[in-house]
């Protein structure tokens, strides 16, 4: 019999597997917004989202509820990486029956304990009297916590019942019973404590000069609960702690999760310390095939039962019970004790864990074991001892196997949500399990080690309980809040209300108008440029068409076959040499001809005369759809006689010298267009073109009638707006920000393309790098240490504020691989508050970029007279395309500047391409029609 008892009380290594499975299901569904009510294992937010750093300082209290006292904690740090703390505390009985009264005589006495408290400590050090002293609140029951500073009692345990407390704010609660007190005065309250002056260091307990009447403003400014408050004391002198377990009466953990996977936070970026709860996992069933006979006598005898199942088989207040069931079990199947008479054993609580401890740390013989069992009134035989041991044994190391298990289940759920192939992590530890039972650390590091091989735990033994960590969460909350005031003040610039976007959107209406009239067209800082395009795309074009595309990444030479069936495309991509890009344009336009020509043998093109669309990305003055002089070159360009010239009738006279007959170019176009012409294709209500890539541009089908710089009043033409340069004249310096002049001063053209250097690809990476130098030289980043890499400019690219931004909480862990490429050191705070400049700068340019565009389609809607405006825009660039964010920001922006358009966008692909040959398919096809 004795074997069985013992082998029921053991759990194979298979079925902690299974278990600790079922413990990590139960968290993921206790962590999700939609499942936690079914959850067993509750997963309460604390909304404690940092460890300490070392940096906190001053003065902290802290009060502790406990099970039969209330305890009160005066912590200084001194900002020496938390090394020395020095504390003063003070412990007050509480009064008999206070913990079944009203709430109100319970608050009002903890606030009494606070005051006497501090009356006495200030009598020693008056220095603590001027000051708002911040209170940390241990509060060990379980709360549903919405704020670091408000948490409502969801229910009692261990023995209270002030029931009226149940549902409200117990940090309400404490600050006005506080506030009733007179603090730092002598004490009103009438609470009586026993003083631990001793823990003063001697030069603050010389005598006082303490002055009767000085008052301290006490603040709560942090609840939590006492697995919490051990994770903080813990993760000092440099070792974040991210996990504590409190084996004791009861029993709980807590860790820090990644905060976007606790859905019922509104917290998305960074960690947040989660309080389990896990004393009710197998509450449903999942435990019962584990659970003996003894567990269940247990639980029948308790005052909940079927409740806090798993917690009955690991609390302290329960383990001495399950031993006493299973000795009266055995002595009834008279495995022990037969003969005896053990009535003793009857009486609930009569086998303590204080026995259980003395009984199983006794390794020599059995002399001490039957001591104790004669002191609790039994009549043990020398065998019966033995017996006694091995069962003691078998139920606390089962306790602490179960404990193993369920950290096992949280350290690979932190695993893997770290995205980690291997964890190494510290886990706080108290309780009176942890500290009483020696073997209880072994099983735990060996058990959870079996069970999650690619997890590292290290035990820290909490050596000044809660009180200290609660003083840390104090501080922690204080310097996070110290730090987010610094940090908004820096970011407050680039922050645009929604007014600053009206205002944007009514200048760039303002410029467009300027731009587009004949008196004014010279001042703008918007040019406006028409570009002859009359007509988009209707679906009726058909033919073969060739394009060139000049001026991107790569020179392209295309057919485009547009069909009845849609749109084939061949392209080929050349090289132009140096040579050639600064040689003479003659051998310029020659070497492009020359690409043709090979093109269009390779395809098999050389029997027709193909219209040819020109897409050539240099700032042009168009006069015509195939007319354009070249303004400048640029991008490494630098062919002479170029500059001044027709561009198109450049390509035309290299033909010719070719004596090359195949090809007619019909339309010289810009990028927007290309895009705009692409996506029209395929979509008719496609009327705007958007590039944000290396730069950012648009363009839209304008009416005639409003276009003062070309001669004609019917249809509409599509106007290269070239809108990066909307405030080079000014209009937009009230929102150029101080990283905004330092951008601008350090490119090849100060003063120019001012719009385009807040929104586009060259330059965001940039504007980071300059508020990341700051906010370093600000002490508020990287601990102050700026890396000789990240003073480089330019090395900050855009294509990094991508990958930061990626909201999911995996990619962590590429910020770090960024980071490390610069070279800095960063914490993972520091790797969050990367994230949020990232993501106001890029909200920034996606927010702009919609003020731009809803001056845009408002302007189309209002010419042609509607209410509503139903309006497609395509839309290419890199920036755009990958950017996680910067597309769903603009479009959000746009629909609530420019609420009566309904605007949809649309992807271009290869615009410069595909748009170009439209181009020339759509001036064919207008050609044909007039001629008909
Ligand atoms: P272009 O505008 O010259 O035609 P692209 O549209 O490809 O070229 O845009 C290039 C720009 O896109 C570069 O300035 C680069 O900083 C930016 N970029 C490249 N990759 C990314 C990315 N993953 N996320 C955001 N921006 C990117
Ligand atoms: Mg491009």
Redesign the pocket.
Known sequence: QIQRALRSLSVPLERLHIMKGHMVEDMCRGLSQQTHRQAKVQMLPTYICSTPNGTEQGNFLVVELCQNQVRTVLVTLYGDGNMSPSMVYKTFELPEGITHGTGEALFDFIAQCVSQFLAQTIQSDPSKSEERLPLGFVFPFTCQQTQLDKAELLSWSKGFSCNDVVGKDVVELLQSAINKQKMGANGTGQANGTTGNSWLPSWRRKSSEFTPGQLCQVDVVAVMNDTVGTMMTCSTEGRPCEVAMVADKGSNCCFMAEAYLVERADEASGRMCVNTEWGCFGDDGTLNDIITPYDECVDVESSNPGEKRFEKMVGTLYLGEIVRHALIGLTAEKAVFTGTDIGVLREKGAFTMQNILDIINNEEGTTEVKRILEALGLQPSERDCGRVQQICRAVVGRAATLHATGLAAILSYMCQTRDMETLMVNVGMDGELYKGYPRFQEILLSVSRLLSPECMATLLPSRDGSGRGAAMVTAVALRLAALRRDVNEVLAPLRLSRADLEKVQALMREEMERGLGKETHDTASVRMLPTYVCHTPDGTERGDFLALDLG??NFRVLVVRVTEEGITMASEIYVIPVAIMQGTGEALFDHIIDCIIDFQMKQSLMAHMLPLGFTF?FPCQQLGLDKALLLTWTKGFSASGCVGQDVVQLLREAASRKQHSGMQVVALVN?TVGTMMACGYDDPKCEIGL?????TNACYMEEMKNVGTVEGDQGRMCINMEWGAFGDNGCLDHIFTHFDQVVDQSTINPGKQRFEKLI???Y??EIVRQILMVMTEKQLLFQGKLSSKLQTKNIF???????IEVSNGLALRQIQAILNELEIDASFEDSVLLREVCQTVSLRAAQLCAAGLAAVVEKIRESRGLDQLSITIGV????????PC?STNLQKTLKDLAPNCNVSFMLSEDG?GKGAALVAAVATRTDDAMEE
């Open positions: 991107g990444t990305s990028d590039i944000v890539g290396t730069g586009s690809g060259m965001l990476g690219q855009t294509k990094f504020l991508s990958t290419d660039g890199t920036l755009y395309k990958l950017h910067f410069s």
